[in-house]
């Protein structure tokens, strides 16, 4: 291959302080190989025995309206909403780590803290293994016993999706929850581990980096650091499918570039329904083309060396990723394109 492609890990995550939930590991060998695989594989293209991560959707229901997220919008995978039966979980679990499987997160589209069993989930992961547990979660439905179980079970870390430091601000994009609560929540569950002299789940806080926050976003960082191990934000991405470069169908016109997705050499995806998935398919609602199979019959190995998955490897590899109908659909391709051609 003549020319070079852009691949990247997390170019579209931002650390704010010298701290971060990475911390509490580090002098860990094995944490430690899984880290560095996560940044090499991909900038290698290399091809591991099995994902170096897995993302289960505990489930797809969430409680928030949140106006900035694809699933509100209905516009991210299928539309049958649910929860992950836990015998499948076990054997996804199972499968994983006689693969030398490092690190599960246990949210997608929904809020995990739905699910009845995620700590249950957590903990079976832990005994078994992992690494690295951790989920992404709006905090609402935190309280004192959860959090209690959850740092119990041995949480590696837990991030916490919160925008702004003004009760307006705040509500208006996390349309369902109510300020005052969930900061309350968040200060409990750093004062319950505290109290038990842990340190994990490490906390991490972090929002999407709206126009509207890029200002203030001083303060937010201010506001959180004495509270949490990590003050992070998130690129914004554009899930209401209205960008200029977009067709009538959604798809990204004619935005093109040498880049690759980072995703099909670290992880794949798993529908609370057991759908497998090649990557996260950010933002895109008809990405059945790209299934791979289903957990509960096809086994995680075959996926992640099929075929199927080679071929999306080989496209991106070339930088032809808008080859791909799906992933001229998917937000996360179109933002890093736009970094890419300078258009942001």
Not at 39 to 63: K, Q
Not at 67 to 79: D, H, K, M, V, Y
Not at 158 to 181: L, M, N, P, Q, W
Not at 270 to 294: E, R, S, Y
Request: hydrophobic share 35%.
């Amino acid at each position: 291959m003549n020319k070079k492609i852009n691949i990247q890990a997390n170019s579209n995550f931002h650390t704010a302080t010298r701290t971060s939930v990475f911390d509490v590991k580090s002098g860990n060998e094995r944490f430690e190989e899984y880290r560095k695989r996560w940044h090499d594989y991909p900038a290698n293209f290399t091809v591991g025995e099995f994902p170096i991560h897995l993302d289960i959707e505990a489930t797809s229901l969430c409680n928030l309206r949140c106006p900035f997220c694809a699933s509100t919008f209905n516009e991210w995978g299928p539309e049958e909403k649910g929860f992950m039966d836990f015998g499948l979980f076990k054997k996804i679990i199972n499968e994983g780590v006689s693969r030398n499987l490092f690190s599960i997160k246990l949210s997608l589209r929904g809020e995990p803290l739905l699910h009845k069993q995620l700590v249950e989930m957590v903990d079976y992961a832990k005994k078994a293994g992992i690494v690295d547990v951790y989920f992404n979660t709006n905090a609402t439905l935190l309280n004192e016993d959860i959090v209690n179980r959850l740092i119990a079970s041995k949480l590696d870390r837990i991030s916490i999706s919160f925008e702004g430091t003004k009760k307006d601000v705040y509500e208006r994009y996390r349309v369902g929850a109510r300020y005052e609560d969930v900061v309350k929540k968040i200060k409990m569950l750093r004062k319950l581990r505290d109290k038990q002299k842990s340190l994990i789940p490490a906390i991490r806080i972090q929002t999407v980096l709206l126009p509207e926050l890029k200002e203030s976003f001083g303060d937010y960082v201010k506001f959180w650091q004495p509270v949490v191990d990590e003050v992070s934000y998130l690129d914004a991405r554009d899930e209401s499918k209205k960008d200029y470069h977009c067709a009538h169908d959604g798809s990204s016109m004619d935005l093109k570039g040498d880049w690759a997705c980072p995703f099909l050499w670290q992880r794949m995806m798993i529908l609370w329904d057991g759908t497998v998935f090649p990557c996260l398919i950010h933002g895109v609602k008809d990405a059945q083309a790209m299934t791979l199979g289903n957990a509960k019959d096809v086994s995680l190995y075959e996926m992640w060396h099929s075929k199927a998955f080679d071929n999306y490897r080989d496209i991106h590899k070339a930088g032809r990723s808008h080859e791909v109908d799906a992933c001229t659909k998917c937000s996360y391709r179109i933002m890093e394109l736009e970094k890419l051609n300078k258009i942001r």
